[in-house]
């Protein structure tokens, strides 16, 4: 397909001077019928593709595009980060293609130390909105009556045709969108009035003040990008106010009267307009790109005539006339992965008052060698549980054994094994064993003594019998890390400043409940991360423990949900005969 390198927005030292803001109008493409077709490029050749997380349903419904797939398995080829590690990571070759705003003056100034050029396709329209409640009375807030309120100089309500109250500004930190955007519209951070702060308290007894959220109070006002807002607080009752009297509606974003208006991009880097990446960028950039953008609930960078696009794909063998895949092509959605037909056998191995072990035993494979194999997996991690040389490799273990622990002080272990997948040809199966040692030199009794809780994980492949490591899950050898990363830190991102309580999830390995996990700088997975599997939560849960070095979990552990794909993940692993009786 030729590629008109019109659409290209060099960006380089004019674009220095702000992070969020729109800085040059955007060029728009020269269109063609031939435009218009999607760009599918090749997995073999897919390029690593990375951005934040407003604008990943945007880039991963694209990506859905470019491979012919649903959008649950198109996110396993893309990853979701921070700005700044977004054009790093493209700056220094690890990342080809981003989604982001316009990169600010840190961003310029990095990438023209590379000698990397960074070109920019204008795609989406974001509106930087102030909100409040549904009950305060103020509609609308002009722009320089948002800066008297970020920077103290008004601090009550009633000076703004409002009920008389205290005016309590909200925004998130430094490294954040609504932090860039405040600093860009608003005020420098410098004027800036302190944010609200609370208290976090962590695992192992500390705390600490961190920025806190929008808290729906009488007089609380927020900020941020609108995309980011309403998925953020998708659950909450809010008010966006008009700014100088113009509200931030599709029509006012698109048409560019709403005066807070920043441009997301496709960013590749310069010279690189005909390699995937670029063809991608490109695509977004035009109609078919734009179509997408609004079905996505985004406001697209230029108006489309969605009759014409509509025409042009009913032409194209295997889409609909609304943009959308075939059915055939399309996701598994919500349907869960085939149960094993195993036959599962829960034995209690002891019992007594100085331990208690069960353990699993599965029936029903065809290959009687590979269910013996597995099931004696299983019980050889049971039994390392029950030795008598035992010791748990839990959070603080190591204070415990300076003062004089011994394995021949434990008064008490009990070891449970649950089977938490059992689906699509994989069994993932959990052992836990909490166990109880008296102090060195006290009288050993069952009541008194430190408490530990140690949880070890088995993933087999019904196939061979032999351990899945996390990377099989995603196609792509020592790539698959890269987009497991990317994973945990839409994960991570997403709950930014929250204390993780692995409460809310069903059919969690006994020992998980209520157990709190401070995350810590996130430096990336290692290839023997401990995990299990949940089919009925179609995840895939990281288990935080004391070998977590970037997670503090306190005495006990935690976990980690990540969804590389729905039932994708288990499919994987699927014969074309079956493996049971």
């Known amino acids: 397909m030729k590629k008109l390198l019109c659409a290209v927005i060099i960006i380089a030292m004019m674009f220095a001077a702000c992070a969020c803001a729109q800085t040059a109008d955007p060029i728009v493409p020269e269109i063609t019928d031939e435009d218009l077709y999607a760009v599918e490029v090749e997995e073999d050749h897919w390029p690593v593709i990375e951005g934040t997380a407003a604008f990943l349903p945007y880039y991963t419904a694209a990506a859905a595009r470019m491979l012919d797939t649903g959008e649950a398995e198109a996110s396993r080829s893309v990853l979701c980060t921070l700005s700044d590690l977004a054009y790093s990571d493209l700056i220094s070759g690890s990342a080809d293609l981003i989604f982001c705003f316009l990169p600010n003056e840190q961003q310029v100034r990095l990438a023209d130390a590379e000698g990397v050029t960074l070109a920019c ?56 969108s609504d932090f860039a955007g405040l600093t860009v519209f608003v005020a420098d951070s410098a004027s800036l009035v302190p944010a609200p702060v609370q208290t976090k308290e962590g695992s192992m007894g500390e705390s600490a003040e961190v920025a806190a959220n929008f808290d729906g109070s009488a007089g609380a006002i927020g900020c941020g990008y609108l995309s980011a807002v309403l998925q953020q607080y ?133 290959d009687k060698k590979i269910e013996d194999a597995v099931n004696g997996k299983i019980r050889s991690l049971v039994e390392s549980f029950c030795a008598g ?42 052992v836990v064993c909490r166990s ?98 949940d089919d009925k939560e179609h995840a895939l849960f990281l288990v935080l423990d004391v070998n977590t070095p970037w997670a503090v979990t306190g005495y006990d552990y935690s976990c980690l949900p990540l969804i590389p794909g729905g039932q994708a993940a288990f499919d994987r692993f699927l014969s074309r005969e079956s493996l049971f009786e």
């Open 234 to 366: 998708k659950d909450t009752d809010l008010k966006i106010l008009a700014v100088d009297g113009c509200e931030a509606s599709a029509a006012n974003i698109q048409s560019g009267a709403y005066p807070f208006i920043s441009q997301a991009c496709a960013v590749i880097r310069g010279g690189e307009e005909e390699s995937p990446a670029g063809q991608l960028a490109q695509w977004c950039a035009w109609p078919l790109g734009q179509a997408l953008a609004s079905e996505k609930g985004y406001v697209p960078n230029m108006e489309v005539d969605a009759t014409y696009v509509e025409e042009v794909l009913s032409d194209r063998e295997g889409r609909t006339p609304e943009g959308g895949w075939a059915e055939e092509n399309a996701s598994a959605g919500g349907a869960g992965p085939e149960d094993n037909r195993l036959q599962p056998d829960l034995t209690i191995l002891t019992d007594t008052d100085v331990l208690y072990a069960d353990c699993l035993t599965v029936r029903g494979l065809k």
């Open 436 to 533: 109880r040692f008296a102090p060195p030199g006290t009288e050993k009794t069952s009541s008194a003594g430190t408490s530990f809780t140690d949880c070890r994980t088995l993933n087999l492949d019904l196939n061979t019998g032999k351990e899945i490591p996390i990377t099989a899950f995603v196609e792509g050898g020592a790539d698959a890390l890269s987009c497991l990363d990317g994973l945990t830190k839409q994960y991570l991102y997403e709950n930014a400043n929250e204390v993780y309580m692995d409460d809310g999830y069903s059919g969690h390995p006994e020992g998980l409940a209520e157990t709190e996990v401070k995350i810590t700088r996130f430096p990336g997975l290692a290839k023997d991360q401990k995990y299990y599997l």
């Open 389 to 430: 040389d035992y010791l748990p490799d839990a959070q603080g273990i190591r204070t415990a054994l300076d003062r004089g622990l011994k394995s021949g002080n434990c008064v008490y272990k009990y070891v449970h094994t649950q089977m938490t997948a059992n689906s699509g040809n994989v069994l993932s199966v959990a």
């Open 121 to 176: 396709y204008p795609v989406l329209n974001e509106a930087f909105v102030f909100f409040v409640t549904p009950d305060n009375p103020v509609d609308s807030l002009t722009a320089q009556q948002l800066r008297d309120v970020y920077t103290g100089a008004v601090k009550d309500w009633s000076e703004l045709g409002g009920k008389e109250g205290p005016i309590v500004p909200f925004y998130r930190p430094e490294g954040f």
